[in-house]
């Protein structure tokens, strides 16, 4: 099986954190909004986190294949206004 090797970087820090594989970038993005929306350092600081693909790891042979790192997301795009949607809920 392939999977999907991603990292997340930080500009706060000028660095890739560890990285790690997912099967599908859909996955991927969602578990990166998740961590953008609870309590995590990312959602803290979402403008200064973004989420990379940076390469595949083939399960049987354990071939890493390496990619030039291309940017899927940012965080503070994920961020859900949970504020916002309350108060249009509300009745005056």
């Known amino acids: 099986m392939i999977l999907n ?8 820090l000028g660095a890739y954190h560890q990285d790690y594989s997912l099967e599908t ?5 969602r578990q990166f909004a998740d961590m953008a929306n609870e309590d995590t350092q990312i959602a803290k600081n ?4 973004s989420l990379w693909h940076i390469g595949t790891f083939e399960t ?5 294949t ?12 994920h961020v859900l206004q949970f ?3 309350k108060n249009n809920g509300k009745s005056k």
Do not use: R, S
């Open 5 to 12: 090797k991603y990292t997340i970087f930080d500009t706060a």
């Open 83 to 85: 504020d916002h949607a």
């Open 66 to 77: 390496a990619i030039e790192p291309t940017c899927i997301a940012k965080a503070h795009e």
């Open 46 to 49: 979402p403008e200064d986190y």
């Open 60 to 64: 049987t042979t354990g071939q890493l």
């Open 25 to 29: 970038e859909a996955l991927a993005l």
